[in-house]
């Protein structure tokens, strides 16, 4: 009776072992290392700007777009120090920098942040 149960929990477990990973590559708000994606026609209006102007090579409007994302939460793919940087995506009506971020490695590897690092969807051109 014992050896029937724990082969019940085991193939029960081994059944759950490859739902459960199917479900993080594929969970909506970019689990671990593998972030979920996003359209250009999904961004806000201004994330296409902000993207506009990565690709230019600015000029930005805020001192701070441009400089090295650390990744401290290790949301994105774990890169060298320097790889991400970050820029601000306006956000109406707020009076400050507001939440929403765009963090690019080398072009065209961009994240969209819309809630300050807490998600990440890579932008899919």
């Given at each position: 009776?014992?050896?029937?149960?724990?082969?019940?929990?085991?193939?029960?477990?081994?059944?759950c072992?490859?739902s459960?990973?199917?479900?993080r590559?594929?969970?909506?708000?970019?689990?671990?290392?593998?972030?979920?994606s996003?359209t250009?026609?999904?961004?806000?209006?201004?994330?296409?700007?902000?993207?506009?102007?990565?690709?230019?090579?600015?000029?930005?409007?805020?001192?701070?777009?441009?400089?090295?994302?650390?990744?401290?939460?290790?949301?994105?793919?774990?890169?060298?120090?320097?790889?991400?940087?970050?820029?601000?995506?306006?956000?109406?009506?707020?009076?400050?920098?507001?939440?929403?971020?765009?963090?690019?490695?080398?072009?065209?590897e961009c994240?969209?942040?819309?809630?300050?690092?807490?998600?990440?969807?890579?932008?899919?051109?």
């Amino acid at each position: 009776m014992q050896y029937s149960l724990r082969l019940f929990w085991l193939v029960l477990l081994m059944l759950c072992l490859p739902s459960a990973a199917h479900a993080r590559s594929h969970h909506p708000h970019g689990i671990g290392d593998l972030p979920a994606s996003i359209t250009l026609s999904e961004l806000p209006p201004q994330g296409r700007a902000t993207l506009q102007l990565i690709k230019q090579g600015g000029p930005f409007p805020y001192a701070r777009d441009g400089v090295v994302f650390g990744n401290f939460e290790h949301r994105l793919p774990q890169q060298s120090r320097g790889f991400y940087h970050e820029y601000t995506v306006p956000t109406p009506g707020a009076r400050n920098r507001g939440a929403r971020r765009i963090i690019c490695g080398p072009l065209p590897e961009c994240y969209y942040t819309g809630d300050h690092y807490q998600t990440f969807s890579r932008i899919r051109e």
